[in-house]
């Protein structure tokens, strides 16, 4: 009589293997997760902002108001959703600040190179001056050394915000620098002075 124990055996055997094949697979997608996650939430280097506006500046602070200075690498793709951020605050804000967003051009690259969509956009937010910043001379000044920090400094030049307007790496939504800036332009007084930055470092090595 035919034996039906060897073809039980063989599979038994086919799913026990196709059990480790899946706890495998799940383990790798759980790691790639997880890998996403921590890139996403692991934010840049803080910058050390002087507490007064720098001297030696080529950039004016407003003798009457608030000054924003926002700082970007051109080819950050993480700085596309600050500047949605930077949008929103400046929308929605009472007091609207003088307004500067340097762009990074390191001095090894052509003319040019920084003029990416980032530029283009940053030149339509109103009242906006949107300006290269010849090998991160201003960045250096400023103490910058991320993609997306947002300095907000008030009429007497006094540093009240330094950090970054977006929750996560390339997220745009409502979060704790966008909600201190727009306090700060509307009442003047906001609950959080710094927050974390999340962008691709100004200074890479190939710059």
């Known amino acids: 009589m035919f034996s039906r124990k060897p073809f039980s055996g063989l599979f ?3 799913r026990v293997w196709l ?3 899946l706890v495998l697979w799940l383990a790798g997608v759980g790691s790639g997760l997880w890998a996403v996650w921590a890139y996403d939430n692991r934010p840049g280097a803080a910058a050390a902002a002087p507490s007064h506006w720098p001297t030696g500046t080529a950039l004016a602070s407003n003798p009457s108001g608030p ?3 926002f700082l970007a690498h051109p080819q950050c793709t993480c700085t596309s959703a600050s500047l949605d951020e930077l949008a929103e605050i400046l929308a929605r804000a009472r007091t609207k600040p003088r307004t500067y967003v ?3 051009k390191p001095a090894n690259v052509a003319n040019g190179w920084e003029q990416t969509d980032l530029w283009r956009r940053a030149a339509q ?3 906006a001056r949107v300006l290269r910043d ?3 001379v201003e960045a250096r000044k400023f103490g910058v050394e991320t993609s997306g ?3 907000f400094y008030d009429k007497h030049g006094t540093l009240i915000f330094s950090g970054g307007i977006t929750g996560s790496r390339g997220h745009a939504g409502e979060n704790a620098g966008e909600l ?3 306090s700060l332009l509307t009442d003047g007084r906001a609950d959080r002075r710094a927050t974390n930055v999340f962008g691709c470092p100004l200074f890479a090595e190939t710059d």
Do not use: H, M, Y
């Open 12 to 14: 038994r055997r086919g």
């Open 19 to 21: 059990g480790a094949l």
């Open 67 to 69: 000054t924003l200075v």
């Open 102 to 104: 340097l762009f990074l």
């Open 125 to 127: 937010l109103p009242g």
């Open 134 to 136: 010849d090998e991160g």
């Open 149 to 151: 920090q947002t300095l």
């Open 180 to 182: 201190a800036l727009i």
